[in-house]
């Protein structure tokens, strides 16, 4: 199983992107989906994370402007980001958490002017 990442790109501050990701096989019993990102020189970071059962939680960075939802039946993952600012500059990472720890390969996204 693997997990594909899309919708990064190069946006200017207060602009907004869909990140999305999709499992191309089954995953049992996931647990948590989540989004991370890790930024040139830095540790990776957990962004945001959705429960199977729909509750969400968003790190105090992004609160207010990113949004999390997922479908855990079509084993697909979304971050809504408006509001974009340098800092969020960044290679996001999606997870699925199951029996098994899945992690997709990544898509850049550069808030710049």
């Known amino acids: 199983v693997q997990l594909q990442a899309s919708g990064g790109g190069s946006v200017q501050p207060g602009g907004s992107l869909r990140l999305s990701c999709a499992a191309s096989?089954?995953?049992?019993?996931?647990?948590?989906m989540g989004w991370y990102r890790q930024a040139p020189g830095k540790q990776r970071e957990l962004v945001a994370t959705?429960?199977?059962?729909?509750?969400?939680n968003l790190v105090d960075s992004v609160k207010g402007r990113f949004t999390i939802s997922g479908d855990n039946a079509k084993q697909t993952l979304y971050l809504q980001m408006s509001g974009l600012k340098p800092e969020d500059t960044a290679v996001y990472y999606c997870?699925?958490?199951?029996?098994?720890?899945?992690w997709g390969q990544g898509t850049l996204v550069t808030v710049s002017s």
């Open positions: 997870r699925f958490i199951g029996m098994v720890d899945y």
């Open positions: 959705i429960t199977s059962g729909g509750n969400t």
């Open positions: 096989g089954s995953i049992f019993s996931i647990k948590v």
